[in-house]
T-cell receptor, first 115, second 116 residues
Framework: AQKITQTQPGMFVQEKEAVTLDCTYD???????LFWYKQPSSGEMIFLIY??????QNATEGRYSLNFQKARKSANLVISASQLGDSAMYFC????????????FGQGTRLTINP | DSGVTQTPKHLITATGQRVTLRCSPR?????VYWYQQSLDQGLQFLIH???????AKGNILERFSAQQFPDLHSELNLSSLELGDSALYFC???????????????FGPGTRLTVT
């Protein structure tokens, strides 16, 4: 079974609009972490935001926020006021357990911001 | 700049050859991870080293091996290369201890391997 599912292969959004990228996960471990990474066309993987399974509040980092719905096992990334530079692949990833553990990635969503 | 360095940036080689990819983690990070990104498999975890010791293995082929040296840099060795090994290989590092999460992993720029 897929541990991380990103159901949107591609999304097109107008500049300055908000966008939500979907991510659902599957784990039986009560302790886990959820991450979002951005991969521009240049190829590097850029860490955006993190949500821990025990965190009571949704994580926010500047224009990025994570809509964490634990009961639904979803961790959607919300980008407010999108910019042309937000065009990239976005990956949701999960770490099961605490500490230094491997990440399991979803297949990614290609986001294109139109001017 | 994540602080993780990888060399070389690009590598083109022939089938059957052997190559070595090198990674230097961020200063102070003891954990090093290797990932492979290919079009058909996506991003796959290969192997994790912590302070010189292997901690976890993913779907790493027997033709592949890795090690982490006392200065904490790591090398990924790929041998008997096949066309299907063409991919982007990432190294990532993270802190290994501390009372709090997130233990986020910072990725290097990757090595793009092309096997012809």
């Amino acid at each position: 079974a897929q541990k991380i599912t990103q159901t949107q292969p591609g999304m097109f959004v107008q500049e300055k609009e908000a966008v939500t990228l979907d991510c659902t996960y599957d784990t039986s471990d009560p302790s886990y972490g959820l991450f979002w990474y951005k991969q521009p066309s240049s190829g590097e993987m850029i860490f955006l935001i993190y949500q821990g399974s025990y965190d009571q509040q949704n994580a926010t980092e500047g224009r990025y926020s994570l809509n964490f719905q634990k009961a639904r096992k979803s961790a959607n990334l919300v980008i407010s006021a999108s910019q042309l530079g937000d065009s990239a692949m976005y990956f949701c990833a999960m770490r099961e357990g605490r500490g230094a553990q491997k990440l399991v990635f979803g297949q990614g969503t290609r986001l294109t911001i139109n001017p | 700049d994540s602080g993780v360095t990888q060399t070389p940036k690009h590598l083109i080689t022939a089938t059957g050859q052997r190559v070595t990819l090198r990674c230097s983690p961020r200063s102070g990070d003891l954990s090093v991870y290797w990932y492979q990104q290919s079009l058909d498999q996506g991003l796959q975890f290969l192997i994790h080293y912590y302070n010189g010791e292997e901690r976890a293995k993913g779907n790493i082929l027997e033709r592949f091996s890795a090690q982490q040296f006392p200065d904490l840099h790591s090398e990924l060795n790929l041998s008997s290369l096949e066309l299907g090994d063409s991919a982007l290989y990432f190294c990532a590092s993270s802190v290994a201890w501390g009372p709090n999460d997130p233990y986020e992993q910072y990725f290097g720029p990757g090595t793009r391997l092309t096997v012809t």
